[in-house]
Antibody
Framework: QLHLQESGPGPVKPSETLSLTCTVSGASIGSGSYYWAWIRQPPGRGLEWIGTFFYSGNTDYSSSLKSRVAISVDESKNEVYLHVTSVTAADTAVYYC?????????????WGQGTLVTVSS | QSVLTQPPSASGTPGQTVSISCSGSPSNLGRNSVFWYQQVAGTAPKLLIYRDDQRPSEVPDRFSASKSGTSASLAINGLRSDDEADYYCAAWDDGLSGPVFGGGTHLTVV
């Protein structure tokens, strides 16, 4: 059974880089059958797509975050990574990783439990 | 301001049928499938409906959905107290080249 688990360092200071890890179990991220997305949710607000990593090695990013975001994977560790640079308080959110089905879709079939990242000095 | 428009709240009593609407535009709902997610307070979203009207096997058939043109709707029959949650619609937007979500509808079961 596929399971996703996000983890991160905890609070982040403004202007620093936010780095999160999504550990995938129950399937190989390099199997070529899945895509891996990051989605966030500010406290009390709705969902916002950050980006998606495709098994071809390509990535798709939200136009509003593209200049500050990078998603990568380590197939040997079965992990998906998210890096967001130059963070501000507006980046405070619960960050979810999710398995995406379909190229360029909003079909997220499995979600991690999410990890809260607080940006504060 | 979300690209897809949902009512912020809905309510019903146990056993009732409740519908939640999702309004979009030609660049999203007009051309692409709609997906629905359920988020119980304090938990991660869960896929409820895919490709406009398809239910994952684990989702009860009390949940149904439809789409017509640039509007979509989620219906919950036989409302239960554990249906109380936030419901989000989502679709790919060709103009924005990315997935977009509705602002979410908080369903209260009174």
């Amino acid at each position: 059974q596929l399971h996703l688990q996000e983890s991160g360092p905890g609070p982040v200071k403004p202007s620093e880089t936010l780095s999160l890890t999504c550990t995938v179990s129950g399937a190989s991220i390099g199997s070529g059958s899945y895509y891996w997305a990051w989605i966030r949710q500010p406290p009390g607000r709705g969902l916002e797509w950050i980006g998606t990593f495709f098994y071809s090695g390509n990535t798709d990013y939200s136009s509003s975050l593209k200049s500050r975001v990078a998603i990568s994977v380590d197939e040997s560790k079965n992990e998906v990574y998210l890096h967001v640079t130059s963070v501000t308080a507006a980046d405070t959110a619960v960050y979810y990783c999710a398995r995406q089905l379909g190229y360029r879709s909003s079909w997220y079939s499995i979600w991690g439990q999410g990890t809260l990242v607080t940006v504060s000095s | 301001q979300s690209v897809l428009t949902q009512p912020p709240s809905a309510s019903g009593t146990p056993g009732q049928t409740v519908s939640i609407s999702c309004s979009g535009s030609p660049s999203n709902l007009g051309r692409n499938s709609v997906f629905w997610y359920q988020q119980v307070a304090g938990t991660a979203p869960k896929l409820l409906i895919y490709r406009d009207d398809q239910r994952p096997s684990e989702v009860p058939d009390r949940f149904s959905a439809s789409k017509s043109g640039t509007s979509a709707s989620l219906a919950i029959n036989g409302l239960r107290s554990d249906d109380e949650a936030d419901y989000y619609c989502a679709a790919w937007d060709d103009g924005l080249s990315g997935p977009v979500f509705g602002g979410g509808t908080h369903l209260t079961v009174v």
